[in-house]
T-cell receptor, first 115, second 109 residues
């Protein structure tokens, strides 16, 4: 595809349910990042993938959050036993190479609402 | 710890006026700094990065290490510049970004 693709674009679920968010990075991009954009908190880093491994998971807010990446491509962010404070827009970004000065390309995000 | 501060949540100017969006950072090393922009109903996209020293859509930003600032400037604002602007810092070797809170710029006709 032409850009980073995320699905679903919107997700409404009940508190306590599990959710899976998907990210398809730009083909050939080795680095993949998840961020969260919530009211009052701005944009926060969650996790970084280099290939299939995640050397930095420091932004995951609790052990209810996990992520994986397979085949060096698609990534899934899973939130178990969702809470209302998990409501946010979850953004995925990828870059061709990992590096401090590499531009990141963002998807449209998944808007998650927990009832 | 790294931190990015954008002191203005909202900024309004008239078309043709100069505009400056402020960004200050806190980081002990040599950071890489970026401006990202989100136009209405579009995704977040890179506007410019300090390493490139380029002007994009008439915008420039200079890294001032003494004042730990990376302000975004444009001499003559246009209505199409209206958007949310984020300043971001990368202090790691792998590009993890720390964002400011963002500034909503509105350019009035």
């Amino acid at each position: 595809g032409a850009g980073v693709s995320q699905s679903p674009s919107n997700k409404v679920t009940e508190k306590g349910k599990d959710v899976e968010l998907r990210c398809d990075p730009i083909s050939g991009h080795t680095a993949l990042y998840w961020y969260r954009q919530s009211l009052g908190q701005g944009l926060e880093f969650l996790i970084y993938f280099q290939g299939n491994s995640a050397p930095d998971k420091s932004g995951l807010p609790s052990d209810r959050f996990s992520a994986e990446r397979t085949g060096g491509s698609v990534s899934t962010l899973t939130i178990q036993r969702t809470q209302q404070e998990d409501s946010a827009v979850y953004l995925c970004a990828s870059s061709h190479l990992w590096g401090s000065n590499q531009p990141q390309h963002f998807g449209d995000g998944t808007r998650l609402s927990i009832l | 710890a790294q931190r990015v501060t954008q002191p203005e949540k909202l900024l309004s100017v008239f078309k043709g006026a100069p505009v400056e969006l402020k960004c200050n950072y806190s980081y002990s090393g040599s950071p890489e700094l970026f401006w990202y922009v989100q136009y209405s109903r579009q995704r977040l996209q890179l506007l410019l990065r300090h390493i490139s020293r380029e002007s994009i859509k008439g915008f420039t930003a200079d890294l001032n290490k003494g004042e730990t600032s990376f302000h975004l400037k444009k001499p003559f604002a246009q209505e199409e510049d209206s958007a949310m602007y984020y300043c971001a810092l990368s202090g790691t070797s792998y590009g993890k970004l720390t964002f400011g809170q963002g500034t909503i710029l509105t350019v009035h006709p």
